[in-house]
């Protein structure tokens, strides 16, 4: 066999096992709705969301596509536990198994740590998981954790290496929660970044953040197959 035709079926293998992959992507999520789609695009889109710290959120006028909700950095909410500072929870919407979407760009300065946070089964500030996608891979960053009324448990195995977060550079976001096998996903720019399962994920309210990083979000899409809606407050001093 010639070299053009060991490339030949070497390029048509991989479009096989993409065409497999995406099938079953697609066939996961067949029955899943859009419940919630955000660009904030006015001001009193931020009105669906309850802050940690609300001096940090802003609608801004340079978003992906129009506006965008913008994070100015670290906050000032610190509880008992180490782990992101500034956090935005969705208020509505209670979940177990969802579809996350988003565009995130990373607009502030260049630390050596930059991240983003997804935050998933949250029952209240001392009970949630969150999915930190950062350009640093260690014990404490990018991965899956819980904050079960201590500080931040790592869920999923250490990570051999983190995201690059072109600064200034818009990325898209995706997280996959199904309760049938526990897991966890998340794409960042559709490849798989991080995934683990664990029995203990609940159902419970969505959110974002980050622990220092300055960043803009747009075009947030949600989608479920079902929901409970249940609007909660989650922080003293939200809005």
């Not at 070299?3 to 995406?22: D, E, K, P």
């Not at 956090?87 to 579809?99: H, P, Q, R, T």
């Not at 930059?114 to 930190?132: P, S, V």
Request: charged letters at 25%.
């Amino acid at each position: 066999m010639n070299n053009r035709m060991q490339l030949s079926h070497y390029l048509l293998l991989i479009g096989l096992v993409l065409s497999t992959i995406t099938s079953a992507q697609t066939n996961t999520f067949k029955d899943y709705k859009v419940i919630y789609n955000q660009g904030f695009s006015k001001e009193k889109s931020t009105n669906d969301f309850s802050f940690s710290d609300a001096s940090k959120w802003l609608i801004s006028k340079n978003g992906k596509t129009g506006k965008s909700l913008k994070c100015l950095g670290a906050g000032d909410y610190n509880s008992m536990h180490e782990g992101p500072t500034v956090v935005a929870v969705l208020n509505d919407f209670e979940l177990s198994d969802f579809v996350i979407e988003m565009d995130v760009v990373q607009n502030g300065k260049d630390f050596s740590l930059l991240d983003f946070c997804i935050f998933f089964g949250i029952k209240d500030t001392e009970h949630y998981c969150y999915a930190q996608v950062a350009s640093k891979a260690d014990k404490k960053s990018h991965n899956v954790f819980m904050v079960d009324g201590d500080k931040p448990k790592r869920v999923g195995s250490v990570n051999e290496k983190g995201v690059i977060w072109k600064m200034k550079e818009w990325q898209r976001i995706r997280m996959e929660r199904t309760s049938a096998d526990k897991m966890v996903k998340v794409y960042f720019n559709d490849e798989l970044v991080l995934q683990c399962a664990d029995d203990t994920f609940d159902a419970g309210h969505i959110g974002f953040g980050s622990t220092n990083s300055a960043l803009k979000i747009d075009n947030l899409k949600i989608s479920a197959v079902s929901f409970e809606t249940r609007s909660k407050t989650f922080f003293k001093s939200s809005n």
